[in-house]
């Protein structure tokens, strides 16, 4: 199978997104380290399936965010993210 | 470990199945109770996570078909045969039988009626359950409000034994602000006079709004299907910010 068919959108890890943030990030505006895009969090690429998390940007396909639980810890690489804007009231 | 160091997480618990309805030959309609449940906005989903006797895990996520307005929560699965979660979900559960559930999950793929405007909800097979409950919650919407944000809909389905909440459907579509559309894909009645192919760029043009209504528009379903139609949908002129889709996955 094309692993294209097995994307799903960052909205799908929703839930996982909440063992790392605090509040729900999937409206949150992230910029794109490698390209400059600016997208929804819940508009990004997912590709994890299993392992964890991994958001790549739509635009250029560079990895944004990647969540990984390992060894009784969460590892959060978010190298790939220039910007986080998080809606706020 | 630690818990408290890792702030947000949603906790998993324990719903019943209060009801079980059969909705094709292919899904069935799962109402539950879940305690503690914080009201959702139509198009969220949540977690299921079933573990077996060993401690082999298994976690998928399934879209809320309820309104934000109804007290329980309906989730509807296909079942993909040979598989390891619908499956048990469509043949196993019954009425009484716990759920582990986590949710309501995602602030991106969701619609509320007060955001007025025309809104336009493309649904492939099971992507029609978020939309449903985007439907569900329009109808509940006062007339002035319902006026204010106009619902066209087009649904992909392989056959007509296969369109999920039909009888629904058809009783929304006598609504002067919903407009309902399907299109069959595989088998159709012998007088079947609607659509007989998959979704293409005449089908979104004849069924939606036009690009200068600047609709909100919802896309739902197996993934090569959603990827289609919103790049369809943007060749068309829409907005691609205002296109949110929400992939299932693969079509198996
Ligand atoms: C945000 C979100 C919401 C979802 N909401 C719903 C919903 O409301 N109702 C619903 O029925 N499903 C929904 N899904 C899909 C669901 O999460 C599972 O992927 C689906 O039930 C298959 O799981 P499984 O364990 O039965 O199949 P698996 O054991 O994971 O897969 C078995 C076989 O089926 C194929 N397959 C996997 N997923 C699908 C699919 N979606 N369609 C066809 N074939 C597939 C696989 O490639 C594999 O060959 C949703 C998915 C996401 C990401
Ligand atoms: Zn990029």
């Known amino acids: ?89 | 470990m630690a818990r408290a160091a890792i702030p947000g997480r949603l906790d998993w618990r324990v719903a019943t199945v209060v009801d079980v309805r059969t909705e094709t030959p292919r899904a069935r309609t799962l109402t539950l109770d879940v305690p503690d449940w914080s009201a959702h906005k139509a198009g969220q989903h949540v977690d299921v996570r079933l573990v077996a006797e060993d401690g082999y895990q298994a976690q998928r996520s399934y879209s809320i078909a309820s309104a934000p307005e109804e007290s329980s929560v309906a989730l509807t699965i296909e079942r993909i045969d040979a598989a390891e979660v619908s499956p048990y979900l469509c043949d196993v559960l019954r009425v009484g039988d716990g759920l582990e559930v986590r949710g309501p999950i995602g602030g991106y793929f969701v619609w509320d009626v007060m955001q007025a405007g025309p809104l336009f909800l493309v649904a492939g097979g099971s992507g029609i359950v978020p939309l449903m409950a985007m439907l569900r919650h329009h109808a509940r919407a006062s007339e002035p409000t319902r006026a204010e944000a106009p619902v066209k809909l087009l649904y992909s389905a392989r056959s007509w034994d296969d369109v999920i909440y039909r009888e629904e459907l058809e009783r929304l579509a006598d609504s002067p602000y919903v407009d309902v559309t399907i299109a069959l894909t595989r088998d159709a009645p012998a007088d079947w006079r609607g659509h007989r192919r998959r979704i293409d760029r005449a089908m979104l043009e004849e069924t939606g709004w036009p690009a200068s209504r600047t609709p909100r528009i919802f896309v739902c379903g197996p993934t090569p299907l959603v990827e289609s139609a919103a790049s369809l949908l943007v060749a068309l002129g829409h907005d691609p910010v205002h296109v949110r889709t929400e992939r299932f996955g693969p079509t198996g």
């Open chain 1, 1 to 89: 199978m094309q692993t294209e068919e097995m994307r799903l959108d960052g909205n799908a890890v929703a839930g996982s997104l909440l063992d790392v943030f605090a509040v729900d990030v999937t409206a949150a505006l992230a910029t794109c380290a490698g390209c400059g895009a600016e997208r929804l969090v819940g508009a990004l690429l997912e590709y994890g399936h299993g392992m964890g998390v991994v958001l790549r940007c739509p635009g250029c396909d560079a990895v944004m965010l990647r969540v990984v639980r390992a060894g009784g810890s969460v590892r959060v690489d978010a190298s790939g993210v220039s910007l986080l804007a998080i809606p706020s009231d």
